[in-house]
């Protein structure tokens, strides 16, 4: 079943990310206080709260962009890093051509497992680590699961030729897989791995796609799904597919990632060798936050742990809040 939700978007934000405006006089004054000790870049950065990795494969680099589109080099020299995902904690994986790496928030990087190449990565809510491998000429195509200790365990082997996959909140990993010989026609599978029983070889979820570049859920538990063209769209948990967003300007959208406001953030491959990073918000607003990549492979959005002038920054905007909201609230004065 196929219907439309989503217009067609055609709203383009020029700015990177400006500060929600805010109703209360109160949180309004004491934002402005924090902008001016902190200065507007940090204090969007601290609002915001989040990260996004960028894994160039051509330039062999992970790159990291925070809340006020501020890019910086979080890890260099790799073998052509194919694949991102990120656990609970922050740490990030990355996949190369060499091995499978962890590195801590801080930029400490350790070998995870031997295994290169994937091409597809993913963790679950309990830490285990999931990858899609396949070489040319079907000489191997796998869906892999390796422990919070990096010991690895082949899950399915008779995939024709997978590559992206997500995790939903039930843990349950979903496989895009291409058809053989047809790079325009591809389906995705679900595996139930927790409860009884258990789906190793994973059942049908949606078939007849055109293509399957990028793939993240959101919020309500649907799946986003990028063509690897211009249209990105959504599939329910029943399985059926709305148009999400569409444009004629973008012609290769890839990846996904989506933070916890539901922005969602498209790899768009365009312009070989000088690509960028889109942004799509919850409300149609279209952007670029980032550009100039030689060839962004994958991209995820991580939320650290919050640091302690977050939560003072959190803090205030709740006291404030609060304190503004009580008084809009309170009942006339008897006299």
Known sequence: MTGTENPNIATVRADKRPINSIPFSGLTAMAGLLIAVLGASEFNRVARAGYLYVADEAAGTVYRIDGSGDETVFA????????????????????????????????SKSVFSNVRGLMGLAVDSAGDVFGTFWTQFAESSDLLEFSPAGQESELDNRLSEPFELAIDANSSVFVAEYIEGSPTTASIREYELTGFPQHYLGFPFVNGL???????????????????Y?????????GTKFTYFSTSTSTALGELAIDPNGDLFVVDG?????????????SGGFSTIASGFDDPSSIVFVVPEPTSLHLLLLGTIGLFGSAALCKRHLPPRLH
């Open 230 to 238: 211009g249209t990105i769209s959504r599939i329910t948990t029943a």
């Open 76 to 107: 260099s020299g790799l073998n052509f890093p194919s694949a991102l995902a990120a656990d609970g904690s922050g740490d990030i994986y990355v996949s190369d051509q060499t091995a499978l790496y962890k590195f801590t928030p801080n930029g």
């Open 270 to 282: 365009t312009t070989f060798g000088s690509e960028q990073i889109s942004e799509i918000t919850p």
């Open 210 to 228: 055109t293509g399957a570049a990028g793939m993240v859920f959101d919020k309500a538990g649907d799946l986003l799904v990028s063509d690897g």
